[in-house]
């Protein structure tokens, strides 16, 4: 065993790497030698966080498709090396390397460049039953790729999470899957890294069984986009509700994001999602733009689909990029995405400091607060959360138009902290419930609020 006394770590902001060189020889004479770049950095949960070095993190990035307009997938070395510059230059610390493992200089160079990275095996939209069951009884295809994957890049410190799968629809011979090659991993050579998924949020929803079996809980989000609500108000409540059915995992956006179309017609939209979407995100990070942490967040990683246009496998090109295939035109996005990182990237995406309260007279405990909720159509049932500034009795109610109550969700002496109650619960009073307007009412010994929500079925 190689001992290295008081290395230095790895990181985003610090890349620190070793070289180390074996020689084989015999009687003096060599027979072989080797060198490879390694890094020595701590990667683990606690809880719904992740910490990198033992310290709370969330990562802002891209993912980048493998693809050129002059070289197609057989790019130069200084090619791939100019692409991750470009991309650092965004104000991005975290790569997602698309559907499959690219070429393995993309990983020495994101380890030299402070990437953290996300590397997955192409098993994409494997939606029938009968896909995974021809791969996980008798071809085995994904399990011989994914080993593949984690033997050739085992070394790269860059490498955070290996990703299984995308956006695939069988829930149950994913899950299947999933947990076979983590169990294989975690017995026979265990790295320490994260393994998961890129999920889709719409299938089947935030509460995604297979997401039972991953380190983390990882979805592609394109709220207002493919599927329902509003970029904001469903992305965030989306992650409400995954946070909600597994609290004790991290979770990863691995994608969202627009397109600008090929005559530009829709740069305007691109902004626009980027902007909703990671106003969402931010709210859910580990920790604020000033580096601050954040005890309630959860997600550790987020990740714009993709940093370059590329072309399409039947005609045209696809045009989410921030950045044109010329991998110089910018886009009306690209400041945007540039601004909005940079006080993450600044701080390496390690949380540095707990936010300082404005008095003494506020202390560490929360406020009363009733909070407002927003509908989530992709869940019948709705989140209502509310916070008690010390202990005492709590009573949360629901109204109906007329002020009559329905019923009664809290009606107990409460510590000081912040809680969530699911209406309906269980079922128990959503068949006797339409869709419509309500009230909820929090009273306790000393605060009153009423607010208003939309059940929606």
């Known amino acids: 065993m190689l001992t290295v006394q008081n290395p230095k770590l790895w990181s985003p902001q610090n890349p620190n790497l070793y070289v180390l060189h074996v020689v084989v020889s015999k009687a003096g004479e060599v027979i072989d030698e080797f060198h490879t770049q390694f890094g020595i950095r701590t990667a683990k949960t606690q809880g719904n966080k992740f910490l990198l070095n033992g310290k709370p993190a969330f990562f802002v990035g891209l993912a980048r498709h493998e693809d050129h307009p002059a070289y197609g997938r057989s790019i130069p070395l200084e090619t791939i090396y100019d692409d991750l510059v470009k991309i650092k230059n965004l104000n991005a610390n975290w790569l997602r390397t698309a559907h499959y493992p690219n070429h393995p200089f993309t990983y020495l160079a994101a380890d030299r460049l402070g990437f953290v990275v996300m590397e997955e095996i192409p098993v994409w939209q494997f939606d029938s039953n009968l896909a995974w069951v021809l791969q996980n009884l008798l071809r085995h295809i994904h399990e011989q790729m994914f080993k593949e994957m984690v033997f050739r890049d085992y070394n790269r410190p860059s490498i955070i ?15 299947t899957f999933i947990q076979r090659v983590q169990q294989e991993l975690n017995r026979l050579y265990p790295d320490g890294r994260l393994t998961g998924q890129s999920a889709a949020a719409d299938r089947p929803g935030p509460d995604d069984p297979s997401q039972a079996v991953c380190d983390f809980i990882g979805w592609t989000m394109y709220f207002g986009v493919f599927h329902g609500s509003t970029a904001y108000t469903g992305t965030k409540y989306f992650l409400v509700d995954a946070n909600l059915a597994y609290p004790e995992k991290p979770v990863i956006n691995t994608e969202f994001g627009y397109w600008s179309s090929e005559n530009s017609s829709t740069v305007g939209m691109q902004v626009e999602i980027f902007n909703e ?47 044109r295939m010329d991998r110089v035109t910018e886009k009306p996005v690209t400041p945007v995405l540039k601004a909005t990182y940079l006080p993450y990237f600044k701080k390496g995406g390690i949380a540095t400091k707990v936010k300082e309260r404005a008095s003494a007279a506020s202390s560490s405990l929360p406020q009363f607060v009733l909070y407002q909720n927003y509908p989530n ?43 969530h109650v699911t209406f309906p619960d269980n079922g128990r009073t959503q068949q006797h419930l339409p869709s419509g307007v309500y009230f909820y009412k929090l009273v306790t010994d000393e605060f009153t609020d009423v607010k208003k929500m939309i059940l929606m079925k």
């Open 377 to 419: 159509p992709f869940n019948p049932a709705t989140s209502i959360s509310f916070a008690v500034q010390k202990k005492t009795p709590v009573k949360l109610t629901v109204l109906d138009m007329t002020g009559r109550e329905i019923a009664v969700l809290v009606d107990e002496v409460k510590n000081a902290g912040h809680y």
């Open 161 to 175: 999470t290996w990703s299984t799968s995308n956006e695939c629809l069988d829930v149950d011979n994913r899950r």
């Open 277 to 323: 979407t990671f106003r969402a995100l931010k709210q859910r990070a580990v920790m604020d733009s000033l580096g601050n942490y954040d005890c309630c967040g959860y997600l550790m990683a987020t990740t714009w689909w993709c940093a370059f246009d590329w072309y399409r496998m039947t005609e045209g090109f696809q045009s989410m990029g921030v950045l």
